[in-house]
């Protein structure tokens, strides 16, 4: 049962984590900003920690997050599958309601 909550919460969870990974950047550029290890003037200075920590973020959350990138995504291939084949069997039985009515309207043309 733990294993389909964790299934259908996945990309709440990769999203999360991955928001955490990158605020956690942000805060570390942010000190190292603070204590003047990273040169910081105005406000350009802090959009480049931003930009530092965005650019930090992303190959740690490409390392560290591929078991939960992996989930997410087989969570997000199936809704599509399910949704794909609910489409399918819509259009299959418009077909057929389509293909009996013009059954009906040929009979009538030939018995009228």
């Known amino acids: 049962m733990s294993n389909v909550s964790s299934k259908s919460h996945a990309t709440l969870r990769y999203t999360s984590l991955r928001v955490s990974l990158f605020l956690g950047c942000l805060l570390v550029m942010l000190l190292?900003?603070?204590?003047?290890?990273?040169?910081?003037r105005g406000e350009l200075g802090v959009v480049f920690l931003f930009l530092l920590a965005a650019m930090t973020s992303a190959p740690l959350s490409y390392a560290l997050l591929s078991k939960q990138?992996?989930?997410?995504?087989?969570?997000?291939?199936?809704?599509?599958?399910?949704?794909?084949?609910?489409?399918?069997?819509?259009?299959?039985?418009?077909?057929?309601?389509?293909?009996?009515?013009?059954?009906?309207?040929?009979?009538?043309?030939?018995?009228?």
């Open 32 to 40: 190292l900003g603070h204590f003047q290890v990273i040169p910081v």
């Open 69 to 112: 990138r992996d989930a997410m995504s087989a969570q997000i291939a199936g809704k599509v599958s399910g949704l794909r084949s609910r489409t399918a069997e819509r259009i299959a039985t418009q077909n057929a309601e389509e293909d009996a009515a013009d059954e009906a309207a040929r009979s009538a043309a030939v018995n009228g």
